[in-house]
């Protein structure tokens, strides 16, 4: 079984992920097994994919819009995000609209060209599962979980931005709220 | 000069960490060439024609005189002894290497200053007016507002893969100094009728292989509001941008595509999920921010020094660089001076270690321990006493530093070029001196009067040729370097008002000799179209199209041809 990072731990990772054909076309639905379905293969065979013994997720590629999926976040045990390249950042974006606009609070995994160096960023965005790209070694990795101490915007991980935690914590001589 | 606190301190601290990790890494053959570039670009690191190239950012251009020291310290120590000031009111070290980068970054940490974002697809370091603080014209203290996008932008969580680079600029005056047009976010602070300060939006202006000039897309955005906007801006911009093609990614094209209508509704229905919630800005956080700058400590001093004017009437070489190099302050009493890094025989913006040094204690005797850096690639003492600009004028000429040129034809901007830069078609700084060295006559230079002369190596626009009066872009034919050149460009910076434009080509480019001679026929027609001394170049050239000028410059060129080709006909 492979591993992933899930909540800041290295984990046996249940899930399989179902990949097109290279045409574009899908794959046959095994009959068992958790998977994580592409988001077309979810619009064409709903009722199938919900009939089926095993647990659902649906992953989505970078072009893709968490929208199409925002009414059916409850019925996901798991719901990736693909980075085809770590320099596509339309990610970082798909995560926290599916954290702050949709609600989700399930298992949001960062899959696709994932390593150490995003992983900061990426669990500020609300990420907080990684399947990291071959030849990483994902103990490793955990270390950037730490790479700042502090992040001056809000996110996901710091709802509340820098300015207004200092405010909170010490609200003298501030106007404003 | 904006003080850190401890937190922004430790922050900076931890990237330098970060990067000693990555670099660690990469040396030890665990990250690959393609995974550390975006990572080392992100701390302004590129690989260059001859050796890396290393981009210090000076946030917003304010600059301390202990900064300066450093950045002189750092120069002479693990580079050539000098650095090159650029048209982001960066520094930019030439010759340092790799594995010296990330205890550069620990010495840039000592003195509060950092390579952070200035390169890469993310946001990058926010520009603003070099006389933000002082100028009369003032509406709000840009610094302010650009320290507080300073903070927000650092490690963006959301923006640190774009599509492409993102430059925003603040404008706090009312003449346009700092090129808001251009850029692809252009911020001007306004107040409404209640006296409320906000920000007039602009987006999708910019230079490159497709200048556009920006789009208005809120005429008024109070300030609470400034981060929750510039984020649905981003987002926008992050997910649609085209990823496809570098050349197409830039918000411009997005913006072109969709067309600026359509893009403001986007923008705006992304906003209404985002407005009011917590980046709202507070008062608070604007006076927090606000207290935590220096401020110099202005003495009461009345208008008109006596004994200034006299000098001016007595000493016409000191009169000269006051009429070019000393500019209006808001406090009686006061003046800003240009330190001009344009002297004709040296590279425009570059600067010795040794020169770093002296500036540096200039600024602590003559204005207040700070200077900023100008787009144009000068070095500016915004807060000078009238009484002492004699004694500062003098001092600032043994040191090669007092060119009085500002706003003339030999203030030059120009990018490394192909001395230095492996993206460059062509060589910008032989062209910038030859064009230095026709013109050095003074009393001509005068005549002539403003005129913004500016010269990029390539499309990229380092040098900013599209907005320059004059603009000169070095073109690659066939692996030779030529020169294209364009008039009427205008950064919208000198007359409040006067709008940002794009200059036309006039035609066919040039061999790199042959440019003095161009641009000396352009001034000819223009001397001899101008109505009044008041009229500029760029005036004359917008009243009277180009046509004048490619008749002269290319009617010579055409005549000579074809003398050539009948001296080298067979008899």
Redesign the interface.
Known sequence: MAVIIKDRNVAADPWHRLEPHADGSLRAVPAAGDIIVPLSMWQGSRAELRARPGRLGVWLDSHEDPADIAEDLKLFGVVAVNFPK?????G???G?LLRE?YGYKGELRAIGDV?R?QL???S??GFNAFALREGEDPREALAAFE?????????V?R??????R??LASPDG???? | MYVYDKIDQRLVDERVAQFRDQTRRFLAGKLSEDDFRPLRLRNGLYVQRYAPMLRIAIPYGLLASHQLRTLAYIARRWDRGYGHFSTRQNLQLNWPKLEDVPDILAELAKVQMHAIQTSGNCVRNVTTDHFAGIAPDEIVDSFVWCELLRQWSTFHPEFTYLPRKFKIAVNGAKADRAAIFLHDIGLQAVRDAAGSVGFRVIVGGGMGRTPIIGHVIREFLPWPHLFSYVEAVLRVYNRHGRRDNIHKARIKILVKALTPERFRTEVEAEWAHLKDGPSTLTEGEVRRVEARFTRPGYLPLPGGDAAHAARLAAEPAFAAWAKRNVHPHKMPGYAAVTLSLKKTGVPPGDMTSDQMEAVADLAERYSFGELRVSHEQNLIFADVRQAELHALWREARALGLATPNIGLLTNIIACPGGDFCSLANAKSIPVAQAIQERFDRLDYLYDVGELDLNISGCMNSCGHHHVGHIGILGVDKNGEEWYQISIGGNQGLVRPGAPAALGKVIGPSFARDQVPEVIENLIGVYLELRESEEERFVDVVWRTGIESFKERVYGRYHQRQERRSRSLAPA
């Open positions: 770590f320099i596509d950042g339309r970082y974006s798909i926290r606009r390593f160096d900061f960023h990426l500020s965005c790479d700042f101490s502090e992040a001056y915007q809000s996110s991980a709802p509340l931005p820098l300015f207004r200092r405010h501030m106007k404003g709220s």
